[in-house]
């Protein structure tokens, strides 16, 4: 039998929805955190707490006043669905903008303007739960994104099979947890980037 150790996030730590932050043996899941097979995820960016007197974990939001989007600007999002021609995102943060958005958050990435090479299909290269960085084209009448600079595409995807964190390996994403194998568009910075500094 394999006995697998995990180790409490420490806390004030920044997160990223989809991150790892406790256990259901340690902690509760509380405001901003939900439990998958045992284990205690953020279900949004921001800083993770500790409730000790109700022993819970908390993850609260780095933003206070609401924020528009605006063309131009970077933003994260949460890749909701993957369709034959576009990918549908939920906006979650503006980069260097610490407050919640307002307004509609939900973005449309078309597969032209995934890549400045050809895709033909863009489950090939975004899955949903994925998180990107990508630029907002334009706002009105919805907001329409891009991931074709070096510094756009997915900056932490999870194992399709285990839900573990993929970790990049040359050219492809690999979990090493179950050793499973997957293609992303991702960022030069993938499993790189500095949560803090969002």
Known sequence: MIIFMV??????????????????EE??????????????RATRIGTYIVDEQNRKAKVKPLTSTPVLIKRGDIILAKV?????????ADVIHVT????AISGDTNGTLRVSEISNGYIKDP??????GDIIRAKVTQVKPNIQLATKDRDLGVIKALCG?????????DNILECNNCGYKEKRTT?????DYDISKL
């Open 7 to 24: 180790k409490m996030m420490t806390e004030d730590k920044i997160v990223l929805p989809g991150d790892q932050v406790s256990t259901s």
């Open 27 to 40: 902690l509760l899941p509380g405001n901003g955190t939900y439990e998958e097979d045992g284990i205690i």
């Open 80 to 88: 909701g669905s993957v369709r034959s021609n576009m990918i549908i």
């Open 96 to 99: 260097g903008k610490n407050r």
């Open 123 to 128: 489950s090939t290269e975004f899955a949903p």
């Open 161 to 169: 099979k285990c839900r573990h964190a993929l970790v990049r390996k």
């Open 187 to 191: 960022a030069i910075d993938y499993g």
